[in-house]
T-cell receptor, first 109, second 112 residues
């Protein structure tokens, strides 16, 4: 079993819809949970990071962590064509960081 | 405040050659991490430098080596290049921890 699992997609949704992106993990030692956005041929851009279970909101983005289920989510409200990118989840334990494979998201105008 | 920069942007090498990639950290950041991202995959951690000392290493062979300089800029060296080394190489800098690291645009390496 891989430490971090993320569906690669692609996921296509119409503009304005709510997008839900998810990752599961197996290592209960993971402490920080991050979401990155990566446009084609660019480096990843940190969107949000969380430490504890629960929700964290930043503008149109909400990160959710459920440590009991080992499951994290990123919700994007009012999705825009400019949100089309690959979204990577990442997790850390003792300065070791593991990334998911990324989910390719297409927002259809 | 300048962001993380990397050079060169693209590079083509042949199998067996050696390559050096460079990274300038975001101003004030004392920690640099290097990652390898193969096509369609997430970044894989190579190693991290904190104040010029290696501070953690992923599952990469010794032919991957690095340096961090007093101004916190960094180099990644890869010897005896293999075809599977073709990837996007990313560096990221941080001040407080990897959970708040910022990535550069990457160097795309093609090994023929």
């Amino acid at each position: 079993q891989k430490e971090v699992e993320q569906d690669p997609g692609p996921l296509s949704v119409p503009e304005g819809a709510i997008v839900s992106l998810n990752c599961t993990y197996s290592n209960s030692a993971f402490q920080y949970f991050m979401w990155y956005r990566q446009y084609s041929r660019k480096g990843p851009e940190l969107l949000m990071y969380t430490y504890s279970s629960g929700n964290k909101e930043d503008g149109r983005f909400t990160a959710q962590v459920d440590k009991s289920s080992k499951y994290i989510s990123l919700f994007i409200r009012d999705s825009q064509p400019s949100d089309s990118a690959t979204y990577l989840c990442a997790m850390t334990a003792d300065d070791k960081i593991i990334f998911g494979k990324g989910t390719r998201l297409h927002i259809l105008p | 405040e300048t962001g993380v920069t990397q050079s060169p942007t693209h590079l083509i090498k042949t199998r067996g050659q050696q390559v050096t990639l460079r990274c300038s950290s975001q101003s004030g950041h004392n920690t640099v991490s290097w990652y390898q991202q193969a096509l369609g995959q997430g970044p894989q951690f190579i190693f991290q430098y904190y104040r010029e000392e290696e501070n953690g290493r992923g599952n990469f062979p010794p032919r991957f080596s690095g340096l961090q300089f007093p101004n916190y800029s960094s180099e990644l060296n890869v010897n005896a290049l293999e075809l599977d080394d073709s990837a996007l190489y990313l560096c990221a800098s941080s001040l407080t921890g990897v959970e708040t690291q910022y990535f550069g645009p990457g160097t795309r390496l093609l090994v023929l």
